[in-house]
């Protein structure tokens, strides 16, 4: 399907991890890309591989979030695509989850996807654009220690499907991208909170965690990015809303 203008996305927390992989997978296939992140710096390198706009954007405030649109749409009316990427994990029992982490963690996962395709969806109605938000196996059933995790990305996937059949009238698409552990700095970050637990060494630990994925190994970054790219870029997108496609080896089957 040819394009005959540039197209664009809006990739947040695009600063590392799966988020830096799928702004690196549109600007090289030609899309201009709005990357919002908190800080430019780590943004910065992917200038060279494409039309890649630092926007600033921190989820934990709201304040941040209407700027952060207000820029997007500033640099065009129309805005083909929007990942909702950024997100935090929490890994702690009931009993040790505060109000406060429970609140925060609702906030950058949810809330603020909530608050951002709100916000940028007369650019999205205007270009039939397509909205994928990072959900998780987390979406899908429970994990013990992620409550307050689980929580939102069960949310998010309710946003998810909700949004898709409420703006299928106006051809925008929302779908759920649901990764299993992923080799990104949450998996360490976990896996060193394991290790750190229960003594056992760090390898042991990941190990551990691969051998969840019935494939033993970890979803490469790379991989999330193909898949929101096919989602959002793709023929076949434009009749695919309210699905949840799930990146986990096997995990959840
Ligand atoms: N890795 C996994 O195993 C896994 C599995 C399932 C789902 N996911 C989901 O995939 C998404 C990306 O995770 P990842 O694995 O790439 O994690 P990551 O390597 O920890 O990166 C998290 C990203 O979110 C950004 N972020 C965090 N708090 C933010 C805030 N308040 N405002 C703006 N940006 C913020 C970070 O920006 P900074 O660089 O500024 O901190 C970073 O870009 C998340 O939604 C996560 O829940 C991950």
């Known amino acids: 399907m040819a394009f005959a203008r540039m197209r664009t996305v809006a990739v947040t927390g695009a600063s590392r991890g799966i988020g830096l992989a799928i702004a690196e997978a549109f600007a090289t296939s030609g899309w201009t890309v709005f990357a919002l992140a908190r800080s430019a710096a ?18 934990s405030s ?28 929490l890994s702690a029992s009931l009993a040790k989850t505060s109000v406060e982490d429970f609140a925060r963690i609702q906030q950058v996962n949810v809330a603020a996807p909530f608050l951002l395709t709100r916000e940028l969806l007369p650019a999205l109605v ?37 949004l898709a059949v409420e703006l299928a009238s ?24 394991i290790a750190s637990s229960t003594g056992r060494s760090a390898q042991d630990a990941k190990a551990t965690l691969e051998a969840m994925n019935p494939l033993n190994r970890a979803v490469k970054p790379n991989e999330v990015a193909a898949l929101v790219h096919f989602l959002c870029a793709s023929e076949a997108g434009a009749a695919i809303t309210g699905a949840d496609y799930t990146i986990d080896g096997g995990e959840t089957v």
């Open 62 to 89: 709201n304040d941040s979030v209407l700027a952060a649109a207000k820029s997007v749409l500033a640099g065009g009316a129309r805005l083909d695509a929007l990942v909702n990427n950024a997100g935090i994990a």
């Open 42 to 59: 780590p943004v910065e390198p992917l200038r060279a591989k494409g039309d890649v706009r630092f926007v600033s954007f921190d989820a």
């Open 126 to 162: 205007a270009a039939k654009g397509r909205v994928v938000n990072i959900c998780s196996t987390a979406a899908k059933k429970g994990f013990k220690y992620t409550s307050a995790y689980c929580a939102s990305k069960h949310a998010l996937l309710g946003l998810t499907r909700s």
């Open 170 to 193: 106006k051809h925008v698409t929302v779908n759920a991208v649901s990764p299993g552990w992923t080799d990104t700095d949450m998996l360490t970050a976990s896996v060193e909170r």
